[in-house]
């Protein structure tokens, strides 16, 4: 017993006094002491030679030895795995890299005020697909085939089948929303269908293959051409100003019966003339008009008991008005130097 206690007390103050230069040391330290050859299971060996009332004292005087080899391996392999750390060292109380932030797309920020300023009037938001079949996009809407005014639309088609088929085309317009609300007739309605559309359009400065629509529809009894334009006058003046000026003009649509054409004054030239306006002075803003009575009967609504109005704009048309932007090109064409003006506010 005593020879092992002498023998024990030795071995850690050789344990306590090594140092490791280096990773290699430590994995030699570890080898000596902890392999399956090393010290400790040599020593823990020796057990069997001590006398059976002394195994007690002696178990735990090896179960602390061979703990402090141990505690003395981690240390060592801690302080050799910080010295091998290659470059400076990371500060973690130091605060991070500010990320730069971006800002919302100007028709994203247009489409958004559209939106709120009629949701105060009640409105709320509908979506519908953007490939539409060809009911919802012009035979409900008073265009059954070969109308004339499917002429004033340029359609993509995505399927033409033989006759009998069913034509199936990227929607023109977000007036296809306004039949799927009315198709569930819930009403009274009182809806906006905002969202993308497509024409077959020469691209420029003033026209775009692809652009964004926001359609209002509102239908009730007794519903008249007066609430039109109160709704559409009190949408310009939260949009561009009280002192802003508008003109109807009489137009003509196959699903609103009248109809008409608004126009504000135009915000680039100041109503002297340019590009976008044509040189009159004025831009038109968005079409409306009554609801057909066909288009009613089409969705299975009484056009004797409900009446209604629909409107629609183009959203990158109030853009370029509100931003002074004279090319609606810039909007699709992904210019950081562009978009980086505009903020996540408008």
Not at 32 to 49: Q, S, Y
Not at 152 to 173: E, N, S
Request: aromatic share 10%.
């Amino acid at each position: 017993m005593e020879q092992l206690l002498n023998k024990i007390n030795a071995y850690k103050k050789e344990v306590t006094d090594f140092a490791a230069p280096d990773a290699k040391a430590v994995e030699e330290f570890r080898i000596k002491w902890l392999g399956t050859k090393g010290i400790v299971k040599d020593i823990m060996g020796e057990m069997k030679n001590v006398a059976p009332d002394k195994k007690k004292e002696s178990g735990q005087l090896l179960n602390e030895f061979k703990l402090l080899v141990e505690a003395k391996y981690e240390g060592l392999k801690g302080a050799a795995s910080n010295t091998e750390q290659k470059g400076p060292g990371i500060d973690l109380s130091l605060p991070g890299d500010p990320l730069p932030l971006g800002s919302r797309h100007p028709v994203t920020l247009m489409k958004n005020r559209i939106v709120s300023i009629f949701q105060r009037l009640g409105f709320a938001v509908a979506e519908g697909p953007e490939i539409e079949d060809d009911w919802h996009n012009f035979g409900a809407l008073n265009l059954p085939a070969h109308h004339p005014a499917r002429d004033m639309q340029d359609t993509f088609y995505v399927q033409h089948p033989p006759a009998g088929g069913i034509d199936w085309v990227l929607r023109t317009h977000t007036s296809s929303v306004q039949i799927r609300e009315m198709e569930k007739g819930k009403l009274p309605i009182r809806m906006l269908m905002p969202g993308r559309v497509y024409r077959n359009e020469t691209v420029s400065a003033r026209s775009h293959c692809f652009f964004h629509q926001v359609e209002g529809l509102y239908i009730d009894e007794n519903v008249s051409f007066a609430d039109l334009k109160q709704t559409l006058y009190f949408f310009v003046k939260e949009m561009y100003g009280k002192d802003v000026k508008v003109r109807f003009r009489p137009s003509y649509f196959p699903f609103t019966e009248p109809s008409a054409e608004m126009d504000v004054t135009c915000f680039i030239c100041g109503g002297s003339g340019c590009n976008i306006c044509k040189k009159t002075g004025w831009v038109e803003i968005l079409g409306c008009g009554m609801v057909h009575p066909n288009v009613l009967t089409n969705c299975h609504i009484d056009p004797n008991k409900y009446t209604g109005f629909a409107f629609g704009m183009g959203i990158e048309r109030p853009a370029m008005l509100k931003y002074g932007v004279n090319d609606l090109r810039l909007f699709s064409e992904n210019d950081v130097r562009f978009l980086k003006q505009f903020t996540s506010a408008i």
